[in-house]
């Protein structure tokens, strides 16, 4: 039997109201002070050790799973409260689908009835205006999930306070390449090139016929603009040719040096802006449980530098204020200590 | 966390009421810093290696397994501003190259982020295999290869003639420029090759990135080395520390044998499971 079970009449005595009044105002009173000190702007999770602790419990695999959501829960109230804007959490690895399949299929399954969840007793999203991101590689995802997703998305579009980020199906690497990819696409399209119906030689042809009908008579003016209008035409033109990936090089040969975009102008920053996280602030904490001290292909472009980085030996379901305060005090005073140290060189 | 006089009063208080005021686990808290600075001390007392690669060897022979690749972070001290912090360095790296050597680890990456050591690359070959030879005998040590991204390779004399038991070391020094910008420098290459239609932009995959990246700058390490009192990646490549197990010693400060001997027994008890 799992020792769950036993702790019952411990819980039926924490549960009762006036314990619970004590230990929220407790809670609330720990977060106000810790909220005096600069906070983190973007916190991420690595949750690991939900089924070590089901083992340990002796409770199914997926149980654990269960109560890693709720730990989950608790831990985003404490972080949007402290004023945290950003919580990333690894939910999915694109490793996972290595896991037996009755298993994946559990995943799956479960995250369904949570994001349902997370949407539907939206309150805790809504308290603290949190919008839900899900990163990763969106095709992956299957398809009875994906409207799960979507909803999840819509549904938590109007909170702007803050925002949770669901690492779902992801992997760093993956991410990293799908930057570099579209760094890539960015500098070998020209940016208004895509496939518009529109016809900047239509438009202009428009103008012109409108601007004869209108007056026969051609200023100066207008036939500088004609011949703005024509050079414009001719971009259209050949970049149209350059672009287009399926025609064959000779074609477009002539014209692509002039047309793309000089790949020297490349810099981390072009890179980091095609990442998942390129909206969200610099990673300042990293929290991975379970006592492994691997970042597991998680968040690698995001914490190689002023990130730091906590390993913590307590399981994921286990998690709660008392680890976390000690990881924020430590963040505090190292960032005092830092702002110490550069303050003299400047 | 530093230790304070307030910490020393409170647990002398507490000392005096029996240990009865504070709970184990603050008392824990208290001694916590000073104890692991202690107990690092005593560690390197015990298990020094008295430079002699024998001993190194009897101390990583009770490890399972070894790493094929160890990488440490190291820092030039005062930002180079101090006259020896190079000579430091340099001495800093030399030594665990000779770790390296004697435990039979084949590779060791060095990290640092001003990448000052790049710029003295044969004066450190130098350094490193006047260490060896120091520790090995003249004839005994093991050949150095030392590898850097953008520059030729510098091999030692004895590169084709070593014996059996001698275990060739390569050396890889990385510093900050071969993180990111690592990286934005590949991709201008790829845009360079698109745009000359040499490769289609959807032949960029994780595959080619990983193969490219491990060639030029450094393939992905085993086991990583902080000899800081916290873990603090300074810069360190991205792309290279997917699983890489990461070791740093609590409230530890320099470089010490001991730090990586307990680098080496963390990565030995260390569970691999991509995934699963």
């Known amino acids: 039997m799992s020792d769950l079970y036993l702790s019952h009449v411990r819980n039926w005595i924490l549960k009762s109201p006036p314990a619970e009044w004590v230990i929220r105002n407790a809670r609330e009173l720990l977060i106000g002070t810790l909220k005096q000190g600069p906070i983190p702007q973007h916190v991420a999770f690595e949750m690991d050790g939900n089924r070590r602790f089901a083992k340990n419990h002796k409770i199914e695999t997926i149980e654990g799973h269960h109560l890693g959501f709720e730990a989950l829960a608790r831990v985003l109230e404490i972080c949007y409260k402290c004023g945290v804007k950003v919580v990333t959490v ?41 919008g839900i991101r899900v990163l990763g590689e969106r095709d992956l995802i299957p398809d009875d999930v994906l409207p799960y997703v979507d909803q999840a998305i819509e549904m938590t579009k109007h909170n702007k306070d803050a925002v949770l980020n669901i690492c779902f199906p992801y992997t760093s ?19 208004r090139l895509t496939n518009t119906p529109f016809s900047q030689s239509r438009i202009t042809q428009k103008i012109r016929s409108n601007r004869s009908k209108k007056s026969d008579s051609s200023s100066p003016m207008d036939s500088s603009l004609d011949e703005n209008g024509v050079s414009d035409m001719d971009d259209s033109m050949s970049s149209t040719t350059a672009l287009d990936p399926d025609s064959p090089p000779l074609q477009s040969t002539p014209v692509q040096s002039t047309r793309f975009l000089n790949p020297e102008n490349i810099t981390a920053e072009t890179i980091n802006s095609h990442t998942y996280t390129a909206e969200c602030p610099p990673l300042d904490i990293f929290i991975r449980t379970s006592g492994v001290t691997r970042l597991s292909d998680f968040m690698l472009w995001q914490c190689h530098e002023n990130a730091q980085i906590f390993f913590l030996k307590c ?13 924020l005090l430590e963040w505090q005073w190292r960032q005092k200590k830092l702002t110490e140290k550069e303050g003299p060189r400047k | 966390m530093s230790f304070t006089a307030k910490d020393t009063k409170l647990y002398r208080e507490d000392e005096r009421a029996g240990h009865r005021n504070l709970g184990v686990k603050e008392r824990e808290k208290l001694v916590q810093a000073p104890y692991h600075a202690v107990t690092l001390r005593v560690l390197s007392i015990l298990k020094h290696h008295h430079n002699t690669p024998d001993y190194v060897r009897r101390d990583v022979s009770v490890f399972k397994r070894l790493p094929k690749h160890v990488s440490i972070i190291l820092t030039l001290e005062d930002g ?18 000779a770790w390296c050597a004697s435990a039979g680890i084949p590779r060791l990456s060095i990290y640092e982020r001003t990448g000052i050591l790049k710029r003295y690359m044969p004066q450190t070959h130098r350094a490193l295999s006047h260490k060896l030879k120091s520790w090995f005998g003249k004839y005994q040590a093991p050949p150095i290869t030392l590898i850097t991204r953008g520059a030729s390779p510098i091999y030692s004399v004895n590169r084709v003639s070593y014996t059996q038991d001698q275990v060739p ?9 071969d993180g990111r910008e690592a990286m934005v420098d590949l991709t201008k290459v790829l845009v360079q090759m698109v745009q000359q239609e040499k490769i289609l932009a959807s032949d960029i995959t994780l595959d080619v990135l990983d193969h490219e990246l491990s060639e030029a700058v450094m393939p992905e390490p085993d086991l990583l080395i902080s000899f800081e009192p916290y873990v603090d990646l300074q810069g360190y490549p991205p792309w290279p520390i997917r699983l890489t197990e990461i070791y740093c010693a609590p409230d530890n400060q320099g470089v010490g044998y001991q730090v990586f001997l307990q680098g080496l027994q963390k990565y030995t008890e260390a569970t691999f499971k991509l995934g699963k």
């Open chain 1, 173 to 191: 690497r993956a991410e990293m390449t799908s930057a570099i990819k579209a760094t890539v696409d960015e500098y070998t399209t020209a940016p």
């Open chain 2, 80 to 97: 180079g501003r101090a006259g020896d912090a190079l000579e430091k360095l340099v001495n800093e790296a030399s030594e665990v190259a």
């Open chain 1, 315 to 327: 399981l994921w379901p286990e998690f709660d204020l008392w680890h976390f305060i000690p990881i």
């Open chain 2, 169 to 177: 070391l390569e050396v890889i020094l990385v510093s900050e420029d």
């Open chain 1, 90 to 130: 690894y939910a999915f690895s694109i490793e996972n689908f290595n896991r037996p399949r009755h298993e994946v299929s559990g995943l799956m399954a479960m995250a369904k009835v949570k994001l349902e969840q997370l949407v539907q007793h939206g309150e805790l999203l809504d308290r603290y205006g949190a």
